[in-house]
């Protein structure tokens, strides 16, 4: 447990919410994210196939290099927003990003995932329970702020951005990435219901009946699935978080946009793989699923990029600094 000077202690986390809990969490978005989060803390790395490896390194430093490619390396100290189980920070780290990282989330059970990983892999990293629009830092205190997939979580976005530059020092820099577009999150989650439906259907039947997962896990999936709709607050056109990002205060704003067939194959991967039973699909799999990625996004970067507007790709990354 840690404590810090402008609040108590981290809350401890917790995993398995009760029904009254789920019920009054429909209607606070907060309460849902720590629910939800703290609900999967300890399966996310298996669900999302994260990795602290070349292939998740590589992942990760594509994203921040997307926006913010040729800047002096390393900064000396990096913070992560939403760091879920310390994905982006983590694995930017490893790739010489920064020598000092402490990674935040509203959910104690995200926080207490991501300071053991960074434990296991020796980096020096301290962590905290933070809410994204009252960090509880002091001003001034990072070089780098990061986060993926965590802005469309976030209820007033540009209070949190404003949040971002207080405790960054003059000059520092932010980079969000991995946050859904708005066109994409259409077709990305029409595509996953779709996978759900084939899975867990055509699982039902026959041989195929050993792919099922157990129907105590389907039910808690969907009970998560109705929380998911809660926590899931934004999707962004890349023109408008960029003006977000300029209200907020911040300077040299600029954003990028990336996958479109990549996400298409993205999004039914993962959501196969979290409809069949853990550990059925193993290592073979997860290259398969890497390597058609990478050969999408080649496809993606060199060709669709330059017949395709921006803003159909999927996946939305935006950077500035403090003036
Ligand atoms: C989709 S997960 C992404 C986790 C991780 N960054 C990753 O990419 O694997 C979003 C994370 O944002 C956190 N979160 C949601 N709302 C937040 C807020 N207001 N302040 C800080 N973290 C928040 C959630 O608890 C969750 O861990």
């Given at each position: 447990m840690?404590?810090?000077?402008?609040?108590?202690?981290?809350?401890?986390?917790?995993?398995h919410?009760?029904?009254?809990?789920?019920?009054?969490?429909?209607?606070?978005?907060?309460?849902?994210?720590?629910?939800y989060?703290?609900?999967?803390?300890?399966?996310?790395?298996?669900?999302?196939?994260?990795?602290?490896?070349e292939?998740?390194i590589?992942?990760?430093?594509g994203r921040?290099?997307?926006?913010?490619?040729?800047?002096?390396?390393?900064?000396?100290?990096a913070?992560?927003?939403?760091?879920?189980?310390?994905?982006?920070?983590?694995?930017?780290?490893?790739?010489?990003?920064?020598?000092?990282?402490?990674?935040?989330?509203?959910?104690?059970?995200?926080?207490?995932?991501?300071?053991?990983?960074?434990?296991?892999?020796?980096?020096?990293?301290?962590?905290?329970?933070?809410?994204?629009?009252?960090?509880?830092y002091?001003?001034?205190?990072?070089?780098?702020?990061?986060?993926?997939?965590?802005?469309?979580h976030?209820?007033?976005?540009?209070?949190?951005?404003?949040?971002?530059?207080?405790?960054?020092?003059?000059?520092?820099?932010?980079?969000?990435?991995?946050?859904?577009?708005?066109?994409?999150?259409?077709?990305?989650?029409?595509?996953?219901?779709?996978?759900?439906?084939?899975?867990?259907?055509?699982?039902?039947?026959?041989p195929l009946?050993?792919?099922?997962?157990?129907q105590?896990?389907l039910?808690?999936?969907?009970?998560?699935?109705?929380?998911?709709?809660?926590?899931?607050?934004?999707?962004?056109?890349?023109?408008?978080?960029?003006?977000?990002?300029?209200?907020?205060?911040?300077?040299?704003?600029?954003?990028?946009?990336?996958?479109?067939?990549?996400?298409?194959?993205?999004?039914?991967?993962?959501?196969?793989e979290?409809?069949?039973?853990?550990?059925?699909?193993?290592w073979?799999?997860?290259?398969?699923?890497?390597?058609?990625?990478k050969?999408l996004?080649?496809?993606?970067?060199?060709?669709?990029?330059?017949?395709?507007?921006?803003?159909?790709?999927?996946?939305?990354?935006?950077?500035?600094?403090k003036?």
């Amino acid at each position: 447990m840690t404590t810090n000077a402008t609040q108590g202690p981290d809350p401890e986390p917790n995993p398995h919410a009760t029904e009254a809990e789920v019920e009054a969490a429909l209607s606070d978005t907060k309460l849902a994210q720590v629910l939800y989060h703290d609900w999967e803390a300890e399966t996310y790395d298996d669900k999302w196939s994260i990795s602290y490896d070349e292939r998740c390194i590589d992942y990760a430093r594509g994203r921040f290099d997307a926006v913010a490619a040729d800047q002096p390396l390393p900064y000396e100290r990096a913070m992560e927003l939403g760091c879920g189980t310390g994905f982006f920070l983590l694995n930017l780290m490893q790739s010489g990003i920064a020598k000092k990282g402490s990674v935040t989330d509203l959910s104690p059970g995200m926080v207490r995932v991501a300071l053991r990983n960074a434990e296991n892999l020796g980096l020096d990293v301290d962590g905290r329970v933070a809410d994204a629009e009252k960090i509880p830092y002091e001003d001034n205190t990072f070089d780098l702020v990061v986060g993926h997939a965590v802005l469309h979580h976030i209820p007033d976005v540009e209070q949190a951005l404003r949040e971002v530059l207080r405790v960054l020092k003059p000059g520092g820099r932010f980079v969000f990435a991995g946050e859904p577009s708005t066109i994409g999150d259409f077709y990305a989650r029409w595509i996953s219901r779709a996978t759900w439906a084939a899975t867990t259907t055509v699982t039902k039947f026959g041989p195929l009946q050993s792919w099922r997962r157990p129907q105590e896990e389907l039910d808690e999936s969907s009970r998560a699935a109705a929380l998911e709709a809660v926590v899931d607050i934004h999707t962004f056109d890349p023109d408008e978080l960029a003006g977000i990002a300029r209200r907020a205060g911040a300077l040299q704003v600029d954003t990028a946009t990336e996958e479109l067939s990549a996400a298409m194959l993205g999004w039914p991967v993962r959501t196969f793989e979290a409809a069949v039973p853990a550990g059925k699909l193993g290592w073979g799999w997860a290259m398969f699923a890497f390597n058609g990625w990478k050969r999408l996004n080649w496809l993606d970067e060199n060709v669709l990029r330059r017949v395709v507007p921006p803003k159909f790709f999927y996946n939305v990354v935006v950077t500035g600094t403090k003036p």
